[in-house]
């Protein structure tokens, strides 16, 4: 998806003349998705190695108790793996939220340098020799 971006406008006279031009700010320098996408790229990381080394840390516990401890036929090891089992499926569940964050990060942007690029166009059309204004090309 490709983010929005500034434009500059250029406001001409009555004669067609360019008298006056001015280009928006670009929205990154206020949000920029991809410094949130990197963040929460970390934070996933970290997560997901945390959840890891937790998991088997616990399977490792497990192996030396497990004959030691038997509730009702059912081994200490088989509770801890559909516990870690489980405990797997978090970072799924953690990603999917992010990329919802990192998806509203975008539309904030967008919805931003939309404003701002209006105002970038105002600001050219409120000059009182401007007669109309355009877009430049890209």
């Given amino acids: ?17 360019a008298v006056a031009t001015c280009t928006a700010v670009d929205a990154n320098t206020l949000l920029d998705p991809q410094e949130v996408k990197t963040a929460i790229d970390a934070v996933v990381k970290a997560f997901n190695e945390t ?10 516990l497990t192996a030396d108790t497990d004959e030691a401890i038997v509730v009702k036929g059912t ?11 489980e405990i797997g499926k978090i970072p799924e569940q953690v990603e999917s939220s992010f990329e919802e964050l990192y998806q ?10 939309t404003e701002i690029n209006k105002q970038a166009h105002d600001a050219v059309q409120a000059r009182s020799d401007v007669q109309y204004v355009e877009p430049n090309e890209t």
Avoid: C, F, W
Wanted: net charge negative; charged share 25%.
């Fill in 1 to 17: 998806m490709a983010l929005k971006g500034p434009i500059t406008y250029t406001g001409y006279d009555s004669e067609g003349k």
């Fill in 51 to 60: 959840l890891t080394n937790s998991m088997n840390g616990l399977r490792d």
């Fill in 75 to 85: 081994k200490l090891t088989d509770t801890v793996n559909q516990t870690a089992d």
């Fill in 104 to 113: 509203a990060s975008i539309e904030a942007h967008d919805y931003i340098q």
